[in-house]
């Protein structure tokens, strides 16, 4: 099992800031075991593997240490933009287990990638009430215009909005219960949220089921959160926002989306990626 790992960390233009993902630019040797092990052995939160099509395009993998996702947003702007250093900017379509994602880098490595059809639906009473047993939270702290729901982008996330920046912050959960019931569930992170203004929002993502206490940046709940507030009549007039999470790890980071005035077109979310030099890290909890 031998494969160039690269590491870049997305949504930033600091090494240390962002979300980091392993990226393998030709996996078409690799075993799904294979890339099970390489997954862990990174200990990011999720490590693309792209395996290049005869047409141009590309099928992707994304694995977290524990187990394979559908879709990563984070995992998808570094992979591209690894790409695109080695190969030239340009479009690419890539092939995921949640459908067809194409991304658009640019000569400066900013990337831009269009999601899947998005959807939304309810969160049931019951669930939420686990959920807010876990983070140890009340629903008097959460923020009554953005009730919660669960949106989807290429995987689920329950979207719970917050009053206060200071709930936000003091993030403590039962780990284990928390993956339980999202296992159960199916859903990939939790989206934490405050909203600061109309177009600024502040995001944090339990990822247990991924056995990754917290994801520093999320494209893809970034897709889901945009196809929800859209639901909600409450995006600006621009249909434009900005995700900023990782600042309660250390590890800042600025995701931008924007939503057609037809969602079901797909969400555009857009970042930089930097590639990470010298030992790493594992975000592993």
Known sequence: MNADVLRYSAFTTDPAGGNPAGVVLDARHLSDID????????????????????????????????????FCGHATIAATVAHAVAHGAGEKVLHTRAGRVSVRVDPQLSATLTSVEPRVAALEDADLDRILTALR?????????????????????PVIAVSTRDRLARLDYDFDALAG??????????????????????????????????????????????????????LPP?????????????????????????????????????????????LRS
Request: with cysteine; net charge neutral.
């Open 35 to 70: 890339m099970q092990r390489i997954a862990a052995d990174v200990g990011y939160s999720e490590t693309a593997f792209l395996l290049p099509r005869a047409d141009g395009a590309f099928d992707v993998r994304y694995f977290s240490p524990l187990a394979e996702v559908p």
């Open 181 to 234: 019931l999202m296992a159960q569930c199916g859903w990939t992170t939790l989206n934490l949220i405050w909203r600061e203004n109309a177009d600024t929002f502040h995001a944090r993502n339990p990822f247990p089921p991924g056995g990754v206490v917290e994801d520093p940046a999320t494209g893809a709940a970034a897709a889901a959160l945009g196809a929800y507030l859209a639901t909600r009549d409450a």
């Open 238 to 282: 621009q249909r434009r926002f900005i995700i900023r999470q990782g600042d309660d790890l250390g590890r800042p980071s600025r995701i931008d989306v924007a939503v057609p005035m037809d969602p079901r077109d797909g969400v555009r979310v857009s970042g930089r990626a930097v590639k990470i030099e010298g030992a790493w890290r594992p």
């Open 137 to 157: 939270w009340r629903r008097d702290e959460l923020d009554p215009a953005l009730p919660p729901a669960v949106g989807y982008a290429g995987a689920w996330h």
